[in-house]
């Protein structure tokens, strides 16, 4: 299943009361909860670093143009689909895979001045829960290591490729690995099973996984901790 943020998150975010306010026009800049950047080994403030942003209505391709007009380095996981014309002609564009998410490299407080733009102003932090705080949420980021292999994943030209929804059996421990050989030799990943198959998963917590069906073993090494 692919992902897909929609009005849907902001009720999990928020609550019923956030929804409600979210839906009749009020700014999310207005009903986001107390938030702060995550201390343990994150980026400073000032230093740039890869966040997953949401795109509010479906605005990933809209963003990424002006981003790219702007020399903002960021990354849309896109493919080829067939768009009906008005002529009634169809033709082949590259659309974003998932409507919603952007990943952009910038310092979070340069992305807090960028998004209260009015043209950014669909854009908003993906947040997680702090530990043992529930009241105040973590920003997400991505390190730069795992980004890479994420991006990797999600360009690579092969129908093996699949990106899904963030989910607790995804998030559970699994085996470790790195990929040995081929176009994409040296992505680790960890190994889940999506509809029998075994599948090389890299996961960004709570945003998405990119994975890769029916990678055979003999191509796969197995990490330790603390590889």
């Known amino acids: 299943m692919l992902l897909d943020v929609s009005a849907w998150d902001y009720k999990l975010f928020y609550g019923i009361y956030g929804l409600a306010l979210y839906e009749n026009g009020v700014p999310p800049d207005y009903i986001q909860p107390r938030t702060h950047h995550c201390t343990m080994n994150a980026p400073k403030p000032d230093e740039p670093a890869w966040y997953?942003?949401?795109?509010?209505?479906?605005?990933?391709?809209?963003?990424?143009?002006?981003?790219?007009?702007?020399?903002?380095?960021?990354?849309?996981?896109?493919?080829?689909?067939?768009?009906?014309?008005?002529?009634?002609?169809?033709?082949?564009?590259?659309?974003?895979?998932?409507?919603?998410?952007?990943?952009?490299?910038?310092?979070?407080?340069?992305?807090?001045t960028l998004k209260r733009e009015p043209g950014f102003l669909p854009l908003q932090f993906y947040t997680r829960p702090q530990p043992g705080n529930h009241e105040v949420r973590d920003i997400i980021y991505v390190p730069d290591r795992q980004m890479d292999n994420f991006m990797r994943v999600c360009s690579a030209d092969d129908d093996r490729v699949v990106l899904l929804e963030d989910s607790d059996y995804l998030a559970a421990q699994g085996k470790r690995v790195v990929i040995k050989e081929g176009p994409l030799a040296g992505i680790e990943g960890v190994i889940k099973r999506i509809k029998k198959d075994k599948c090389v998963i890299v996961r960004i917590e709570g945003v998405a996984c990119a994975g890769i069906l029916h990678f055979p073993a003999k191509n796969l090494l197995v990490l330790n901790d603390g590889e």
């Open 52 to 112: 997953p942003m949401m795109a509010t209505y479906g605005r990933a391709k809209a963003m990424k143009l002006l981003l790219d007009e702007r020399q903002v380095r960021n990354f849309v996981p896109m493919r080829y689909e067939s768009v009906m014309r008005r002529n009634g002609e169809r033709s082949y564009e590259s659309m974003p895979i998932l409507s919603s998410l952007v990943f952009i490299y910038e310092s979070k407080n340069r992305l807090v």
